[in-house]
């Protein structure tokens, strides 16, 4: 049974392919900012002093104030001080309340930008990481839920299916926590792959087969 998990482990990561989490991490951004008053707290705010020149630089691409000379006609995200009025697609921006922004942004694109943000600013990083655990917990439990059904009331006919059965279920989950390793080392702006981050993906296999046994 041990060598039968590991062949299916293995089929599994054969599908996984980490190229995928890295294109979605370095998708092109333009972030407009339109705030007359404090454009340079939100800057700060979005790339503070910790951040690298190397970062900075790469970061200068990304970060457009609205309506400046140069600055690209349309945003993919569009920042507005408050209380100023704003486009039903801009997200507000309180300096009293700079978080809150943060959550506005990803609760609104997470699904086509959450990574990218986070790779690129240090202040998405939390709150994204945070949901990708949240995500990848709530689809393994419905996987897991959705595959013990049958055996709520077991029967003759279901019972000798039991072992295969949990060895394939296991080795779904595990594959879903090593795509969960690539996409926490995406958003924290690490490497991503299989020899970038052979201990994670190593700990995650140990730990699977230690629960299965």
């Known amino acids: 049974m041990a060598l039968k998990y590991l062949r299916q482990i293995g089929d599994a990561i054969r599908h996984l392919d980490p190229a995928e989490v890295r294109e979605t991490a370095e998708r092109p951004l333009r972030i407009g900012i339109y705030a007359p008053y404090s454009a340079a707290f939100i800057e700060d705010f979005l790339v503070p002093a910790s951040v690298s020149d190397a970062k900075r630089r790469e970061l200068a691409g990304v970060l457009h104030r609205i309506g400046e000379p140069g600055a690209p006609a349309q945003f993919d995200i569009e920042i507005y001080e408050e209380p100023l009025p704003r486009p039903p697609h801009a997200v507000g921006f309180a300096p009293h309340r700079p978080h809150d922004m943060v959550r ?47 055996d709520i009331v077991p029967s003759v006919l279901t019972l000798p299916w039991a072992g295969a059965q949990f060895a394939s279920d296991t080795a779904f989950l595990t594959m879903n926590q090593i795509r969960m390793v690539f996409l ?30």
């Open 104 to 150: 506005a942004v990803l609760d609104r694109y997470e699904s086509d930008f959450g990574l990218a943000l986070a790779r690129c600013f240090p202040v998405f990083r939390r709150a994204a990481a945070e949901k990708i655990v949240r995500n990848v917990a709530r689809e393994n439990t419905l996987f897991s839920l959705a595959t013990a059904l049958p």
């Open 184 to 213: 926490l080392g995406a958003a924290s702006d690490r490497p991503v792959g299989y020899r970038e981050q052979k201990a994670e993906v190593a700990s995650v296999i140990a730990a699977a087969f230690g629960w299965r046994a």
